[in-house]
């Protein structure tokens, strides 16, 4: 069920996800997306990792079914964020709505905020999560 939650109250549990440390086969970057996709009227999210000179590796989604596509025939809107640390690009957060202008300042500075949370965990407690994702891009090509 989807619930509008408040900007701060989404930082605080995402926050929480990342750093908190999971004994559970779920992915933290899953929960995330989870948690954003229920608490704002997000129909679609994922976060997308660098592999090869033009490939996108999908690292984690969640929201209605989506291919593991930059962009869904029903999106009518979209937040695409770098996930960026110490101007080292990461990957990309991508944002769907099957909504027309359905984002807002608040959404924009939100997601930029998780972007950020999000690149830190990949630098930190996450890099094997990128290890394996990496590993898994090089063997599918």
């Known amino acids: 069920m989807k619930i509008y939650c408040s900007t701060e109250a ?9 750093a908190t440390n999971h ?3 779920r992915s933290p970057l899953q929960e995330v997306i989870d948690l954003l996709v229920r608490g704002r009227h997000y129909t679609w999210m ?5 592999a090869g000179r033009s490939n996108q590796h999908l690292l984690g989604a969640g ?7 930059m962009a869904s025939p029903e999106t009518k809107s979209k937040i695409l964020v770098s996930i960026k640390l110490a101007g080292h690009e990461l ?5 769907e709505s099957d909504r027309e202008n359905a984002f807002g300042a608040r ?3 939100l997601v930029e905020k998780v972007a950020q949370l999000v690149a830190l965990f ?7 999560i990128v290890r394996k994702a990496r590993a898994l891009a090089m063997a599918q090509s």
């Open 10 to 18: 989404l930082l605080a549990e995402t926050e929480n996800l990342l």
């Open 23 to 25: 004994s559970s086969l």
């Open 46 to 50: 994922g976060i997308y990792l660098p």
């Open 63 to 69: 929201g209605e079914p989506h291919p593991a596509q």
């Open 91 to 95: 990957g990309v957060l991508d944002v």
């Open 107 to 109: 959404d924009r500075v």
């Open 122 to 128: 990949l630098t930190g407690p996450g890099r094997h």
